[in-house]
């Protein structure tokens, strides 16, 4: 049984693709390409994949509840996809399977706490010539880079209040405990470590952008995100294509 809230999610999600396209300069041609989805979710992207013509398309994700919607609601309303799409329950690191033309991960990278490791996997399941399609949001130094997880209510409270005291302040609330923000599901990763990564990944970064929004907000993070001192606190998404030689 799909539930009305996972529902809305995989509809949102829907709805969100084309803005993760158009910020990637536009969605590429996917006819005959396999694809894989890094942290596909419900799976919204990896349907899309799929009705633009991919020849196969694998989503990985860790929350097992995700990837039973996601089956399920593939099973129930695009049967006709079943023999392209597959979602797993699982690792990229635990995944044994072919290579790909294309990988994709939206809205992922500031969850994945290894993210060297995974990324590491991603290029090594890359064909040559194969691209990598990013985009994500909000970074963890931006106003609400915790995604409201830490319950601190005012921009930028996150990094204002000490670690410690988010811990407690939660723990009181929570049956089960945490020992740090990593457990919120969160990577702490900076703009610089995310250049970094992708720098050193081995692969050629053929776009990478912050900001990317015709949202009045954004334009004027953009604005001061080009004083120095406060771009890591002005950036608010990322978004980047990585090529393989």
Same mark, same amino acid.
């Given at each position: ?16 693709? /084309?803005?993760?396209? @158009? ?53 129930? @309303? ?20 072919? /290579? ?63 670690? &410690? ?7 009181? &609330?929570?049956? &089960? ?23 050193? /990944? ?8 912050? @900001? ?9 993070? /953009? ?23």
């Amino acid at each position: 049984m799909l539930l009305q809230e996972d529902i809305d999610y995989f509809n949102r999600g829907e709805a969100e693709n /084309s803005k993760f396209w @158009n910020r990637l300069g536009g969605m590429p041609l996917l006819k005959g390409l396999t694809v894989l989805d890094v942290g596909c979710g419900h799976g919204s992207l990896c349907i899309n994949a799929a009705l633009t013509g991919a020849r196969k398309v694998v989503g990985l994700d860790t929350d097992s509840h995700r990837i039973d919607f996601a089956n399920e609601n593939l099973r129930q @309303n695009y049967p006709q996809l079943t023999h392209i799409v597959e979602f797993k329950d699982i690792d990229l690191r635990h995944y044994d399977g072919l /290579s790909f033309d294309v990988i994709l991960s939206k809205d992922s990278f500031e969850h994945i706490l290894d993210l060297d490791i995974v990324m590491a996997e991603m290029t090594k399941r890359l064909k040559s010539g194969g691209r990598i399609y990013i985009g994500f949001a909000p970074l963890y130094s931006s106003p609400w880079g915790d995604h409201h997880r830490t319950q601190i209510p005012i921009p930028w409270g996150h990094l204002i209040v000490s670690e &410690q005291f988010i811990i407690q302040r939660l723990n009181r &609330q929570r049956k &089960q405990k945490i020992s740090s923000i990593y457990d919120l599901g969160l990577n702490k990763m900076t703009l610089a470590d995310y250049r970094s990564l992708f720098s050193n /990944s081995g692969l050629y970064i053929v776009y990478l952008q912050t @900001n990317v929004s015709k949202n009045i907000v954004m334009k004027l993070f /953009s604005l001061f995100s080009r004083i120095k001192f406060l771009e890591e606190y002005f950036t608010h998404n990322l978004y980047s294509i990585l090529e393989k030689p």
